[in-house]
């Protein structure tokens, strides 16, 4: 497992996830258990990440961080895969943040789980940061011509209506 398959993170400005993908993977031999409960660290930093670029803020419950996610990400972005494997984080990193005496997990079996999916949602993120800026424009450009024709069919309305509030008028006053 190497950090550098994470740089892509960190070369387009998420340096944070960057930097805590790196302290998980710094145990990922030594100590897969820590290793996955820094995962689920890194998982709050790149929640964050998702929330921002699509301009709203975490609220700071990983859960229901995720389950929001409906509601933050459009449409065009939305990944199921991508919430299950956040959920995959957060639950595999829960168990090894809130450990019980009843703890029956494959540590290193689980360290492999986040890492594959933190690799999944890294391409995920950097992917939506690019499209996003274009889905932007886009949305901008729908949003105008809306404006634009509701403009057009105002004044058609506007003007038929004259029309007929103007033969009205002279039907009224030919029968005076």
Known sequence: MNI???SILKNNG???AFTSIESALKYYYSDPE???SLFRKALESILNDVYSLFGHSVIGQNKLDIDNLDKVIPDKFHD???ILEMHNIRIIGNAYTHRND???RDAKKDRYTC???MKTIARWLIECKHLYPEYLREAEA???ERKKNKRIYTSIFLAGLGIVATALGINKIGKK
């Open 102 to 104: 009843n703890f029956d």
């Open 4 to 6: 550098s398959e994470f």
């Open 14 to 16: 998420f340096s944070e």
């Open 80 to 82: 199921d895969n991508i």
């Open 34 to 36: 820590v290793c996955c």
């Open 115 to 117: 890492y594959v999916a």
């Open 142 to 144: 729908r949003r105008e």
